[in-house]
């Protein structure tokens, strides 16, 4: 068991990264009882693995383990989420240019109505929009986190987003 000195150096590098570990295990698993559990076992395997870190960006090492810790609590807990397909119709009329009447849907839409929406995104979506809009990582640090290509955290960016305005537009469209 690490000694008070490593306990001392684990509690500087890793508690000020807390709030982000949670908020990422909160948007995971949709639940907040559920986010404290993964939070509490992810910051009990950092500690266990805290002399084996070899230094660098620890809140993207930190929330590496939360993702992990929170993918493996799903997987023995709730059933899998279905498998996303790529929609071409959807992602060539991001490319279309111009003025985009989703943003100001976006932009007008309500605090509940947002987290509603972003609750419905499938995992992959979620977690990269999560890591990104609320966190501020960067597309490396994502890609760090998740273990897929900045090129994948791209694509993962802007198919949430799409389908997050989608889901926005119909919210107000229902609510008008």
């Known amino acids: 068991m690490p000694g008070a000195a490593t306990r001392e150096r684990f509690e500087?590098?890793?508690l000020p990264h807390l709030d982000a570990a949670y908020n990422l295990a909160r948007w995971l698993t949709r639940n907040e009882q559920d986010a404290k559990d993964v939070t509490q076992e992810a910051f009990?395997?950092?500690?266990?693995?805290?002399?084996?870190?070899q230094g660098g960006n620890m809140r993207a090492w930190?929330?590496?383990?939360?993702?992990n810790t929170?993918?493996?609590?799903?997987h023995q807990n709730r059933p899998p989420e279905s498998a996303v397909e790529f929609d071409e119709e959807i992602h060539s009329n991001e490319l279309s240019g111009g003025a985009?009447?989703?943003?100001?849907?976006?932009?007008?839409?309500?605090?509940v109505t947002v987290h509603r929406a972003l609750e419905e995104l499938p995992g992959i979506f979620?977690?990269?929009?999560?890591?990104?809009?609320?966190e501020g990582m960067s597309y490396k640090e994502i890609a760090d986190?998740?273990?897929?290509s900045i090129g994948t955290v791209m694509s993962r960016l802007a198919r949430a987003r799409t389908r997050?305005?989608?889901?926005?537009?119909?919210?107000?469209?229902?609510?008008s």
Do not use: H, N
Not at 70 to 74: E, F, K, M
């Open 12 to 14: 500087q590098a890793v």
């Open 44 to 53: 009990l395997r950092a500690f266990r693995f805290f002399d084996g870190y």
């Open 62 to 67: 930190l929330l590496t383990i939360v993702r």
């Open 70 to 74: 929170c993918y493996t609590w799903l």
């Open 100 to 111: 985009d009447p989703e943003l100001q849907v976006l932009a007008s839409a309500d605090k």
């Open 126 to 134: 979620r977690e990269v929009l999560v890591l990104r809009e609320m």
């Open 145 to 148: 986190v998740a273990s897929v």
């Open 164 to 175: 997050l305005r989608q889901s926005l537009a119909a919210a107000l469209g229902r609510e």
